[in-house]
């Protein structure tokens, strides 16, 4: 039985590329309009398993994501690296002199300004999703318009690549997480890396100290991402990954964190997919 996985667009899309190479070519995917929708079917149990970006190395971190998963009951168990290459496609037959307007996700077109500052004549214009603009196209016979996406969208939807690799910069990677309904806490000896919540109260040393366990039980912090708490002015989350060699020094500073920190909360424990 082909397994079905949440993803925020349709098929063509980033999200669909990363739910093949993460768990096979006969996936099935069941696409949702935005990530609150993909996060509702998986609080309500409609599905299983879904796929979130969270950080692009360009663009930076989605913020809406990390509180989409706070709050809500959803677990992390894994997570995809992808080189994201950016396309100018439309209908065929055309040249990118009668292309007037773009459209696409905003973040794919903040990683090609540079391309469009040559074109001032064309339009950008954001979207939800950029294989979703690649079909509109295709379907409405679109011409003047092109679209910013893979190019498995442009193969899906028969459009015409105008120009290839239009990223500014050439080493653009966007990271996705693998979130879950149910929870799943892999062997122990496989988890290397974990995404932890917590809060401070705004005095003197506070981090420094979350900082200094941290160093001491020998694990690695590779990523910190703060978000302001609406109702307490100047009180912050953070939402922090580490990586570490063995499940028990990990397991270690958790403990001393749950101390430390307010509303200590373990997002997800899985295995590090940049090795």
């Known amino acids: 039985m082909k397994k079905e996985i949440a993803i925020q667009g349709i098929e063509g899309s980033f999200h669909h590329q990363v739910a093949k190479e993460y768990f096979g070519n006969e996936v099935l995917v069941k696409s949702c309009d935005s990530f609150p929708e993909l996060i509702q079917q998986l609080f309500e149990g409609k599905i299983q398993q879904g796929i979130m970006a969270i950080e692009n190395s360009i663009a930076g971190s989605i913020l809406p994501n990390y509180a989409l998963i706070d709050e809500n009951k959803v677990h992390i168990i894994g997570e995809h690296y992808i080189p994201i290459h950016m396309n100018l496609m439309a209908l065929k037959g055309q040249n990118i002199n009668d292309i007037f307007e773009v459209r696409s996700h905003p973040i794919a077109l903040l990683q090609c300004k540079d391309f469009f500052s040559n074109y001032p004549h064309i339009k950008l214009v954001e979207d939800n999703d950029t294989a979703d603009v690649a079909r509109f196209i295709s379907e409405e016979k679109k011409k003047g318009i092109a679209a910013v996406a893979s190019k498995t969208a442009a193969s899906i939807f028969g459009l015409e690549i105008l120009a290839g690799g239009i990223h500014t910069v050439k080493n653009n990677a966007t990271r996705f997480l693998i979130l879950s309904s149910n929870g799943h ?91």
Do not use: M
Request: with cysteine; proline share 2%; aromatic share 10%.
């Open 185 to 275: 806490l892999e062997d122990k000896n496989k988890v290397d890396k974990a995404s932890l919540k917590f809060e401070l109260d705004q005095k003197h040393g506070n981090l420094a100290s979350v900082l200094n366990i941290l160093n001491d039980c020998n694990l690695d912090l590779t990523k910190i991402q703060s978000l302001p708490i609406i109702d307490s002015p100047w009180k912050y989350s953070y939402f922090i990954d580490v990586t570490f060699k063995t499940y028990s020094e990990y397991q270690k500073a958790k403990e001393i964190l749950e101390i430390l920190t307010q509303e200590l909360k373990i997002l997800g424990e899985y295995k590090n997919g940049r090795l």
